[in-house]
């Protein structure tokens, strides 16, 4: 993973005991979800509703992450085309 070997060398040039091969190894090994990506949707004028079933204003908040890596994102859309 091109990703996982940057990474490694942005940590190793600023911490030089850091193991140089550390998360693409942990990657290319793993037998659990290895990345993911994030969007959060962007912020409102209003204040986040409180309860109900239909309350998404927080879903991506207190959460347990098994993954390696996690990248944020904007949004993108793209038509049937990929355009």
């Known amino acids: 993973c091109s990703l996982a070997k940057l990474c490694d060398e942005y940590v190793f040039s600023q911490c030089?005991?850091?193991n140089p091969t550390q998360i693409h190894t942990v990657?290319?090994?793993s037998l659990?979800?290895?990345a993911r990506l994030l969007h959060y949707f962007p912020t409102t004028q209003q204040?986040?509703?409180k309860g109900?079933?239909?309350d998404f204003s927080d879903w991506c908040g207190w959460h347990n992450d098994h993954g390696?890596?996690?990248g944020l994102i904007p949004a993108?859309?793209?038509n049937a085309q990929n355009q």
């Open 27 to 29: 990657l290319q090994h």
């Open 76 to 78: 993108m859309y793209l």
């Open 16 to 18: 030089p005991t850091y």
């Open 52 to 54: 109900g079933d239909d």
């Open 32 to 34: 659990c979800c290895k």
């Open 68 to 70: 390696s890596l996690t």
């Open 47 to 49: 204040p986040p509703s």
